[in-house]
């Protein structure tokens, strides 16, 4: 069983920056990683992801320009770098993978939760004005 582990959340103040990690318990090189959050109450949302080679990264719309991603292979690692962190960035953080499937695409996208295969427990920011 595959098995994610993030890291690296907790509280801070709006305009500060954080670094989420998420280790994977498997080849990192084989997966499509993602990072969605979610707020009680709500769906969870989609924030960004990036193939297996590092290549096209994608964001959702509220934190384009602000957050980028990264990924090591080597350390199965992939991690989301959050700038200009804002109130409404409060939400727990979820690490996701997809396995790559014959019919993937360097270019795919992969920004419903359906497309993925495996979750982190999560890990909440909190960010206060």
């Known amino acids: 069983q595959v098995q994610l582990v993030e890291s690296g959340g907790g509280s801070v103040q709006a305009g500060a920056s954080l670094r989420l990690s998420c280790v994977i318990s498997?080849?990192?090189?084989?997966?499509?990683m993602g990072w969605f959050r979610q707020v009680p109450g709500k769906e969870r949302e989609f924030v960004s992801a990036?193939?297996?080679?590092?290549?096209?990264?994608y964001f959702g719309d509220s934190v384009k320009g602000r957050f980028t991603v990264a990924r090591d292979n080597a350390k199965n690692a992939v991690y989301l770098h959050m700038n200009s962190l804002t109130p409404e960035d409060t939400a727990v953080y979820y690490c996701?993978?997809?396995?790559?499937?014959?019919?993937?695409?360097?270019?795919?996208?992969?920004?419903?939760?359906?497309?993925?295969?495996?979750w982190g427990q999560g890990t909440q920011v909190t960010v206060s004005s």
């Open positions: 996701a993978a997809r396995y790559r499937r014959p019919g993937d695409l360097d270019d795919s996208k992969f920004a419903d939760i359906k497309d993925y295969d495996y």
């Open positions: 498997a080849s990192a090189g084989h997966y499509h």
């Open positions: 990036l193939n297996w080679s590092d290549n096209n990264p």
